[in-house]
């Protein structure tokens, strides 16, 4: 009887074993599934692609107020400087789009090249109707195109609303455009926040169409 007895607490013991051998197995399995070639396409098309884009120029150039107005759709003028940095993000076509802000006033201008090799565009902003800081907006501009002499760069030429406003060519002209390197994709495009309507403004439409395509390397 006792021999029994002991037959049936190792049987039990190995039922134990095998039950706990079979759950871990599942999990495990279950955890690190292997994909299939197929599969993995499929999730790599499904899943949003980050993409990464710095958003610079002297302080009261309009960056705040345009991705403002790329994020919500509609026009709200900024009314405080940005103190730092200013992250929106922005989803499109199976994109998600990383825009990063850094204040342009002096002392955060050290922080620019710090961000530049995580980007893959970077959109300058400028004041068109501040003639007396633009060869400074020029100079620190130049000085981010050495640091990367690849990096797509699209430039706003903002304010184009306001009396005094520089055209695209003065501006490509006083910014020293001509000096930037052919290799380089470069964009030169007038912009204008204005707010006698809640219509985001068709600039900042074609901003965004813009990055999209230099994103997915359509252009
Ligand atoms: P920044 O983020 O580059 O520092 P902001 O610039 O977006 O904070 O804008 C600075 C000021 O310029 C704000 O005015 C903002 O309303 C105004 N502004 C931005 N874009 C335009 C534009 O296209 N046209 C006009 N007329 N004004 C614009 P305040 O008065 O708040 O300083
Ligand atoms: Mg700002």
């Given at each position: ?19 706990s ?40 150039a ?36 990383d ?28 004041d ?9 907006a ?82």
């Amino acid at each position: 009887m006792s021999h029994l007895r002991q037959i049936g607490a190792a049987l039990g013991a190995v039922a134990a074993i095998l039950g706990s051998v079979v759950f871990i197995s599942w999990r495990y399995f279950n955890s690190k599934r292997r994909y299939s070639e197929e599969e993995y396409d499929i999730i790599k098309e499904t899943q949003p692609r980050e993409k990464k884009i710095l958003v610079l120029g002297l302080d009261g150039a309009g960056k705040t107020s345009i991705l403002n107005c790329l994020a919500t759709r509609t026009v709200k003028r900024n009314s405080s400087p940005t103190q730092g940095f200013n992250a929106v993000c922005i989803h499109t076509r199976g994109c998600k789009l990383d825009f990063l802000e850094i204040g342009g006033s002096c002392n955060l201008r050290s922080y620019w090249n710090l961000y530049l090799n995580k980007a893959q565009v970077l959109i300058y902003v400028v004041d068109s109707t501040d003639q007396e800081r633009l060869p400074l907006a020029g100079q620190e501009l130049h000085r981010l195109l050495k640091e990367d002499p690849l990096l797509p760069l699209v430039l706003l030429a903002n304010k184009q609303d306001l009396d005094g406003a520089l055209n695209i060519s003065d501006l490509h002209r006083k910014l020293l455009l001509h000096d930037v390197n052919y290799e380089r994709k470069l964009f030169l495009m007038a912009t204008n926040i204005t707010e006698d309507g809640t219509e985001i403004p068709k600039s900042i439409h074609d901003v965004k169409e813009l990055i999209t395509q230099l994103i997915s390397q359509k252009v």
